[in-house]
């Protein structure tokens, strides 16, 4: 260890050092040249070395003990995939219809049945604790590692060290570090369990430090938090999270509705209301049921993450309960419907538009600047459609006599365009 951190400052040492100046007098020139000289560019390991020596150096300053943070941080290397993944932003995103036609295939339902069947009396305990749903966290479990399947095999304190010290995450990267730290301060994990993902989340349920720091538990009382090789630890940690999110037992997540003919898709806004509400502008149960009446007075949003021509959902609390856990809705909508699978239900009814070619980054950025342009203001060019550029797409469409959707495919943005 003390070997280590020699080497290590004497990296640093001689990344930082400059020679002295020289005496530089009229007759030698050629000293003057060599002193005016830039110093050598660090290279990527020396940044990486002092990045350490200085998130050293700030941990033990926050009262972390000193072999800790040494023994943690000084063997950290970069992870070259966290690195190149991380600057890159990824060209398409997969339509929902796609993620969730994956997220409940046949081979995911199946195996989580199994699932269902084998783990049956640990999920009655955590049922009884947290009153979550044994088939989303079947669902979550599924989804997030394959059942325990995939875990990654990435260490986990060289993947964030890498965010910290470089990048777009550097934020990101150190407060999950920090939570590594008390992590193994506390006892509860052992170093040699730390690996996961690329990106640094670990364990069945795939949980970065900070969550599993504060939301993990050890079920069995065994004095380890188990979340790579313990169902039980694992699935009881995820339910803990979704519990103290705010999950309400009994009610729904999501359920599958009808409109009329020329509904006004302006309320896909994200306002809320209550069912009975909904009902009152002709949104419908796609199965022609009627709502009971205690759903009446559940508040719920309405979403159309296809546009005017595929399906259509109300969204309730416990929707953005499991957006804290991946703020996705193609990700919600996908361990929803693979709860329901679980249990037998159809799945979604309405068709997807799935001959739609949807739009690339570059293309969602180019839009955005194209509205702006025009006079509908998306608020910022980022790529990214939010709240602020489904208004403007939809006051574009009202303008030219489409139904206004906030929906766009390569169609309409050619149009939108001008091509």
């Given at each position: 260890?003390?070997?280590?951190?020699?080497?290590?400052?004497?990296?640093?040492?001689?990344?930082?050092?400059?020679?002295?100046?020289?005496?530089?007098?009229?007759?030698?020139?050629?000293?003057?040249?060599?002193?005016?000289?830039?110093?050598?560019?660090?290279?990527?390991?020396?940044?990486?070395?002092?990045?350490?020596?200085?998130?050293?150096?700030?941990?033990?300053?926050?009262?972390?003990?000193?072999?800790?943070?040494?023994?943690?941080?000084?063997?950290?290397?970069?992870?070259?995939?966290?690195?190149?993944?991380?600057?890159?932003?990824?060209?398409?995103?997969?339509?929902?219809?796609?993620?969730?036609?994956?997220?409940?295939?046949?081979?995911?339902?199946?195996?989580?049945?199994?699932?269902?069947?084998?783990?049956?009396?640990?999920?009655?305990?955590?049922?009884?604790?947290?009153?979550?749903?044994?088939?989303?966290?079947?669902?979550?479990?599924?989804?997030?590692?394959?059942?325990?399947?995939?875990?990654?095999?990435?260490?986990?304190?060289?993947?964030?060290?890498?965010?910290?010290?470089?990048?777009?995450?550097?934020?990101?990267?150190?407060?999950?570090?920090?939570?590594?730290?008390?992590?193994?301060?506390?006892?509860?994990?052992r170093r040699e369990q730390l690996t996961g993902a690329w990106a640094g989340?670990?364990?069945?349920?795939?949980?970065?430090?900070?969550?599993?720091?504060?939301?993990?538990?050890?079920?069995?009382?065994?004095?380890?938090?188990?979340?790579?090789?313990?169902?039980?630890?694992?699935?009881?940690?995820?339910?803990?999270?979704?519990?103290?999110?705010?999950?309400?037992?009994?009610?729904?997540?999501?359920?599958?509705?009808?409109?009329?003919?020329?509904?006004?898709?302006?309320?896909?806004?994200?306002?809320?209301?209550?069912?009975?509400?909904?009902?009152?502008?002709?949104?419908?149960?796609?199965?022609?049921?009627?709502?009971n009446l205690d759903e009446g007075f559940l508040e719920a949003k309405l979403?159309?993450?296809?546009?005017?021509?595929?399906?259509?959902?109300?969204?309730?609390?416990?929707?953005?309960?499991?957006?804290?856990?991946?703020?996705?809705?193609?990700?919600?909508?996908?361990?929803?419907?693979?709860?329901?699978?679980?249990?037998?239900?159809?799945?979604?009814?309405?068709?997807?538009?799935?001959?739609?070619?949807?739009?690339?980054?570059?293309?969602?950025?180019?839009?955005?600047?194209?509205?702006?342009?025009?006079?509908?203001?998306?608020?910022?060019?980022?790529?990214?459609?939010?709240?602020?550029?489904?208004?403007?797409?939809?006051?574009?469409?009202?303008?030219?006599?489409?139904?206004?959707?906030?929906?766009?495919?390569?169609?309409?943005?050619?149009?939108?365009?001008?091509?």
């Amino acid at each position: 260890m003390k070997l280590a951190l020699l080497l290590t400052s004497a990296l640093i040492l001689t990344a930082c050092a400059t020679p002295p100046l020289a005496q530089a007098t009229a007759t030698d020139v050629s000293s003057v040249a060599k002193v005016a000289q830039p110093a050598p560019e660090l290279t990527q390991e020396q940044r990486h070395a002092l990045w350490k020596r200085d998130f050293i150096a700030r941990a033990i300053a926050k009262g972390y003990a000193p072999d800790l943070v040494n023994g943690v941080i000084i063997p950290a290397k970069i992870n070259p995939l966290a690195l190149e993944r991380d600057a890159n932003q990824p060209e398409f995103t997969k339509p929902v219809w796609s993620y969730v036609d994956g997220a409940a295939s046949d081979a995911r339902i199946s195996d989580g049945r199994d699932k269902l069947i084998q783990t049956g009396r640990r999920f009655d305990d955590i049922e009884a604790r947290y009153r979550v749903p044994r088939e989303v966290l079947t669902a979550i479990w599924g989804l997030e590692s394959s059942y325990g399947r995939i875990l990654g095999t990435h260490d986990i304190v060289d993947s964030l060290s890498t965010f910290a010290f470089e990048g777009r995450r550097q934020k990101f990267g150190e407060q999950q570090l920090f939570a590594v730290l008390d992590l193994l301060a506390s006892g509860e994990v052992r170093r040699e369990q730390l690996t996961g993902a690329w990106a640094g989340a670990m364990g069945m349920t795939q949980f970065i430090p900070t969550t599993f720091r504060d939301y993990a538990v050890d079920f069995d009382g065994n004095g380890n938090k188990d979340l790579w090789t313990d169902p039980g630890d694992a699935l009881a940690s995820a339910a803990s999270y979704i519990a103290r999110s705010g999950w309400r037992e009994g009610e729904p997540v999501m359920e599958e509705v009808k409109l009329p003919d020329g509904f006004d898709y302006s309320v896909t806004d994200g306002s809320r209301k209550s069912v009975n509400d909904w009902t009152g502008l002709g949104v419908q149960p796609v199965s022609g049921q009627r709502w009971n009446l205690d759903e009446g007075f559940l508040e719920a949003k309405l979403i159309a993450p296809g546009g005017a021509r595929g399906p259509k959902f109300l969204t309730f609390k416990n929707f953005d309960v499991l957006k804290r856990y991946n703020n996705s809705t193609s990700y919600v909508m996908g361990i929803s419907v693979l709860a329901d699978a679980f249990a037998g239900a159809p799945g979604i009814q309405q068709d997807w538009p799935r001959g739609d070619e949807l739009l690339s980054f570059e293309d969602k950025k180019a839009m955005q600047q194209r509205l702006t342009d025009l006079g509908f203001d998306t608020q910022g060019v980022d790529g990214r459609i939010g709240p602020n550029s489904r208004k403007a797409i939809r006051a574009w469409q009202a303008a030219n006599g489409l139904t206004a959707d906030g929906y766009v495919e390569q169609r309409l943005f050619k149009r939108m365009m001008g091509l």
